[in-house]
Every structure is written in structure tokens, then in C-alpha cells.
């Protein structure tokens, strides 16, 4: 079955002898629900000329209001993710009002890059949605990372604490990990699927900061902020010109009404010195839809980060700026 991340397009694409028009119905569903049996969306087109016959349609953005991550729940053993972080969509391709074949895919809220190419996908049996290559870096307690498993097999997750786990169905699972190098395979044998490296930082000066959000792979990615922050507030309000209350007015009125204010916090954190790589999760960071600080929603204000490296930059140490995504008087309506 294939996977696809549906914040690049995805095309379907019909091009069959004697084509004058194509259709596809699409059919979206979450794990634990029934499989529709009427088109949740119906897509039709006639072709441009009888010199262009091929019609593609872009269905990934279709999958979208189907996968609504929130928030990460840690665990401590290897347990199914949220089934809202993903879900299924069946396209059933048509040409001239006749059925042609039809194929099911496993959406991930993430994304390709320009230079992957068009129409991105894999089939891999297990899929880490992560960059296992990249370090990661804890202060206390469990992370985890999100992983896809499609086998219905016992699997060894194995590191500081060995889990054997059973998947009686694919699905998205949490791996947990604290520090340690961990790896996952089927049962404890040689062969391993991927391995990770996480290490746990002590910070003694400094109140480290928690900062979870959805990566390029649409998986949950944990980014530890380790040295100073500072915050702050933007305030924004309207005003008007009130008339005075009688000719001799009174002096302690003024002459603006200020209304509508609102204020919203902000705060910069800094990572701390890092690998080279992690680049990558700041890059993911900035173009993320969904941000956590501390189990708190947030913006990424920063809009812009320079690569750095060893040679250059000696140690390296991103800032980024966030603005927490509510205002500080609760006027929810």
C-alpha cells in the first residue's frame, strides 16, 4: 500500500484510448470507522483536446480534514498513535463512465521536497517518520517517535528499555525513547529496520523548554530548547475621539476611548549548542502547521534561520521566536 504526504500534491492520472472525459471518486475514512460506501468526493473532467487527452487530478488535499493532530500524549511502551494523525482515502479511477481499477493509500500529513521529484510516495512495510540519521536530544522523561507498521508481527523496539510489542492491525505506533541508541525489528532478530541515537542532556542553569510539533514526515517530533529564553507581549488595540461630556469637561476623561485591546505573548528560545543536522528540524520547525511549547499552542514568529556549521560557526545555536497562538484575555465567543 502506498504512503503519500498530502502537503504535496498527488496526482491520478487517467489517459485511456478514445477518452473524452475521466472521474475519480474519492472515499477517506480514519482507522476504527467503516470504509464509505458512497464517494466521500467525486472529481470529473472532459479532456482538453483530442491532441491532450490525459486528465490528472490532485487528490492529496482532499485527505486533509481527515487528519487533525493536536497534541502528543507521551508513553512509556510502544502504544497506537491518535488515529486522527493519519487516515486512509480509496480512489476509484473512471474513464467514460467506465470503472477502470482502484487503490488505497495511507495519508501522513506531511510533505516532499521540490528536488524529491513529482508525485512522492512509498511502500515500505514500515515507515519512521523521522530522519533517523539526526540525533535526538532529551531532558527528562519519555519522547517518542511516530513509526508506521503495515505487518501484523510481534517487534522488538529496543534500547534503554527492551519492549516487545504485537501489531494485530497496520497502524501508526509511538516508540518511546528516553537515551540510548534504539532500534526496531521483527522479534529480536538481526535485521533491524532503522536505528536512532538520543541522548539525554543535563541542564543545570536554564529551565529547559518542550517544543512538540508535526515534521515533514507528518509524524510528532520533539526539540528540546535548552538554554536562556526571554518573553515578552504585543499588544494591539483600537481607539476613537469621544466628545466631552459638557463644555467644561473634565480633565481626567481625556479625549480617545481605547477598546478591542488584546494582548498576545511571545518568547525566544535557544537551543544550545547542536549537530550540524539539526538544520533539518529547524527547517521542519519553521514550516510546521502544528507547534507545541510546553503543551501550549504557538506560531513561529521566526521567519528566517541561517544553515550553520562546525567550520564556520564553531558551536552552533539556533534562536527561535514564537508567539503563543491565543490571546491573553480570553474573548473565545
Same mark, same amino acid.
Do not use: A
Given at each position: 500500500m502506498k504512503?503519500?504526504?498530502?502537503?504535496?500534491?498527488?496526482?491520478?492520472?487517467?489517459?485511456?484510448?478514445d477518452q473524452t472525459s475521466a472521474k475519480i471518486e474519492i472515499f477517506l475514512w480514519n482507522k476504527g470507522t467503516t470504509?464509505?460506501?458512497?464517494?466521500?468526493?467525486?472529481?470529473?473532467?472532459?479532456i482538453a483536446s483530442q491532441l491532450q487527452t490525459l486528465i490528472a487530478f490532485n487528490v492529496a488535499n482532499y485527505a486533509k480534514e481527515y487528519i487533525k493532530p493536536i497534541a502528543p500524549v507521551s508513553v512509556s511502551v510502544p502504544t497506537e498513535e491518535n488515529v486522527k494523525n493519519w487516515c486512509y482515502m480509496k480512489i476509484v479511477r473512471y474513464s467514460n463512465d467506465v470503472e477502470l481499477d482502484d487503490e488505497t493509500f495511507v495519508c501522513f500529513n506531511g510533505y516532499?521536497?521540490?528536488?524529491? #521529484?513529482?508525485?512522492?510516495?512509498?511502500?515500505?512495510?514500515?515507515?519512521?517518520?523521522?530522519?533517523?540519521?539526526?540525533?535526538?536530544?532529551?531532558?527528562? #522523561?519519555y519522547n517518542y517517535i511516530d513509526v508506521w507498521i503495515e505487518d501484523n508481527q510481534t517487534y522488538l523496539w529496543e534500547g534503554n528499555n527492551d519492549n516487545f510489542f504485537t501489531t494485530s492491525t497496520e497502524g501508526l505506533w509511538k516508540l518511546p525513547y528516553d537515551y540510548d541508541r534504539y532500534r526496531l525489528s521483527i522479534?529480536?532478530?538481526?535485521?533491524?529496520?532503522?536505528?536512532?541515537?538520543?541522548?539525554?542532556?543535563?541542564?543545570?542553569?536554564?529551565t529547559p523548554i518542550t517544543c512538540k510539533f508535526i515534521n515533514r514526515?507528518?509524524?510528532?517530533q520533539f526539540l528540546t530548547f535548552f538554554k536562556a529564553n526571554s518573553s515578552g507581549i504585543d499588544v494591539?488595540?483600537?481607539?476613537?475621539? %469621544?466628545?466631552?461630556?459638557? %463644555?467644561n469637561y473634565n480633565v481626567l476623561q481625556g479625549q480617545k476611548k481605547v477598546f478591542n485591546s488584546q494582548g498576545k505573548q511571545k518568547i525566544k528560545c535557544n537551543t544550545g549548542w547542536v549537530d550540524e543536522n539539526y538544520f533539518e528540524l529547524i527547517q521542519d520547525l519553521l514550516l510546521s502547521e502544528t507547534v507545541l511549547l510546553d503543551n501550549k499552542p504557538v506560531t513561529v514568529k521566526s521567519q528566517s534561520s541561517e544553515y550553520k556549521t562546525n567550520i564556520k560557526?564553531?558551536?552552533?545555536?539556533?534562536? %527561535?521566536?514564537?508567539?503563543?497562538?491565543?490571546?491573553? %484575555?480570553?474573548?473565545?465567543?
Open positions: 504512503k503519500i504526504f498530502i502537503r504535496s500534491p498527488y496526482f491520478i492520472e487517467i489517459d485511456e484510448v470504509e464509505p460506501t458512497i464517494p466521500t468526493y467525486t472529481l470529473s473532467k472532459n516532499t521536497q521540490y528536488l524529491d #521529484g513529482y508525485n512522492q510516495s512509498t511502500e515500505d512495510e514500515v515507515v519512521p517518520l523521522i530522519n533517523p540519521n539526526i540525533n535526538l536530544t532529551t531532558f527528562s #522523561g522479534d529480536g532478530t538481526s535485521e533491524y529496520f532503522f536505528t536512532i541515537q538520543t541522548e539525554q542532556l543535563c541542564e543545570v542553569k536554564y514526515f507528518g509524524g510528532w494591539t488595540s483600537k481607539d476613537f475621539d %469621544i466628545l466631552p461630556s459638557s %463644555i560557526d564553531k558551536n552552533i545555536n539556533y534562536e %527561535i521566536e514564537f508567539e503563543y497562538n491565543f490571546g491573553l %484575555i480570553n474573548d473565545v465567543i
